[in-house]
Antibody, heavy 125, light 112 residues
Framework: EVQLMESGGGLVQPGGSLRLSCAAS????????MTWVRQAPGKGLEWVANINQDGSERQYGGSVKGRFTVSRDNPKNSLYLQMNSLRAEDTAVYYC???????????????????WGQGTTVTVS | DVVMTQSPLSLTVTLGQPASISCRSS???????????LNWFQQRPGQSPRRLIYKVSNRDSGVPDRFSGSGSGTDFTLKISRVEAEDVGVYYCMQGTHWPYSFGQGTKLEIK
């Protein structure tokens, strides 16, 4: 079964750090872009960051640029989000998603996140 | 950055009746390959989001054919031909044509 499972959330003080993890299973992890999306309490979805298959390309949303770092470990089928200088407004459920981005034929699928994890909750207070 | 604007933000529909959600972008979503990278996601209460439709009108496997997507450029629509109880939730459009990607605010669908 294709699955993503986030972990590492918790309560942290403003200015603190936290590292989220996402364990992938059931698919060839190294073949996919991966993305983090977050959702503040009672709010909508916000794209946070993504990373290409070998980690050589990374993009960040404006609200987290310079504070968050996305990385991956393909042999461990794992995606990470290192969050530094945390603020109250970073409080959210963080989802790990699979990003098809481009298939073998060269067709693009920008933003078409097809698999989502159950989310991990980060509270900055 | 591209701003995605959905309307309405809230929708109450009688079972079996149609529903329509509009999504407008502040810039054209036509990419250099002439595709529009506009996707729709559904988030049922207490669940993670789920992709419904990608590239405007391509329905995911397992998504009922009562869901359809259309549009091009800056104007897109998600339609549900006959709303069922399981359709309750929040629907988000999301553009992937321009960095950074951006979601609409979400449209909450309830049953009357």
């Amino acid at each position: 079964e294709v699955q993503l499972m986030e972990s590492g959330g918790g309560l942290v003080q403003p200015g603190g750090s936290l590292r989220l993890s996402c364990a992938a299973s059931g698919f060839t992890f190294r073949s996919y872009w991966m993305t983090w999306v977050r959702q503040a309490p009672g709010k909508g979805l916000e794209w946070v960051a993504n990373i290409n298959q070998d980690g050589s390309e990374r993009q960040y949303g404006g609200s987290v640029k310079g504070r968050f770092t996305v990385s991956r470990d393909n042999p461990k089928n794992s995606l990470y989000l290192q969050m530094n200088s945390l603020r109250a407004e970073d409080t959210a459920v963080y989802y790990c998603t699979r990003d098809p981005y481009q298939d073998e034929s060269g067709s693009y699928y920008f933003g078409a996140f097809d698999i989502w994890g159950q989310g991990t909750t980060v509270t900055v207070s | 950055d591209v701003v995605m604007t959905q309307s309405p933000l809230s929708l109450t529909v009688t079972l079996g009746q149609p529903a329509s959600i509009s999504c407008r972008s502040s810039q054209s979503l036509v990419y250099s390959d002439e595709n529009n990278y506009l996707n729709w996601f559904q988030q049922r209460p207490g669940q993670s989001p789920r992709r419904l439709i990608y590239k405007v009108s391509n329905r995911d496997s397992g998504v009922p054919d009562r869901f359809s997507g259309s549009g091009s450029g800056t104007d897109f629509t998600l339609k549900i031909s006959r709303v069922e109880a399981e359709d309750v939730g929040v629907y988000y459009c999301m553009q992937g044509t321009h960095w950074p990607y951006s979601f609409g605010q979400g449209t909450k669908l309830e049953i009357k």
